[in-house]
């Protein structure tokens, strides 16, 4: 197992998990939507530094890129519009009306989108224990996060996400496509 690689995939968790709270502290100051704008930029510029980082200091190996074709672009724009405007947004919107422990809990759902969305829409493969696994992820998510009695303004903010939750889904399967 690459040590290099396990070790940045916890560190990209630890600050995943770290920026709904901090976004939550911060929106009180900032515009949601001027909050995930600035958000996905501090993304970027951090990639950028570990893209050059990785380039100058540690020496490997690197996978020759292939150049974007033409049937690459809409799924392409669709990933840029779906995973890089509509669910920051819709992150922070929510954000501004649940509290960051259920947010961040909310979030698993991403995965269960994803899922959800390579078998429907791409007809990707599953089985019964993965359907299964994400039945109790949806199961563990409604559990953890319910507080109150419903109603329209209680579950705005949790909608949201849950909205934040599917275009990161399609966005996820829409940047297989590109990858392929």
């Not at 690459?72 to 919107?93: E, F, K, N, S, T």
Request: with cysteine.
């Amino acid at each position: 197992m690459n040590r290099d690689a396990a070790l940045l995939a916890l560190l990209s968790a630890a600050l995943f998990g770290a920026s709904t709270p901090a976004a939550k502290a911060l929106l009180g100051a900032i515009d949601p939507t001027i909050l995930a704008g600035l958000l996905y930029c501090g993304a970027g510029i951090g990639v950028a530094f570990l893209r050059h980082f990785r380039q100058r200091y540690i020496a490997s190996p690197r996978a020759a890129e292939v150049a974007l074709c033409g049937k690459d672009w809409p799924w392409l724009l669709g990933a840029i519009l779906a995973g890089g405007i509509i669910g920051p947004v819709l992150l922070m919107l929510g954000l501004t009306h649940t509290d960051a422990a259920a947010a961040s809990l909310l979030l698993a759902l991403e995965g269960v989108a994803t899922a959800l969305m390579a078998w429907f829409i791409f007809h990707e493969n599953f089985n019964r224990r993965i359907a299964l696994s994400m039945a109790c992820l949806i199961a563990g998510a409604v559990v953890l996060t319910w507080s109150r009695q419903p109603s329209l303004a209680s579950v705005a903010g949790p909608m949201a996400i849950v909205g934040a939750c599917i275009a990161w889904g399609l966005d996820n399967n829409l940047t297989r496509k590109v990858s392929l």
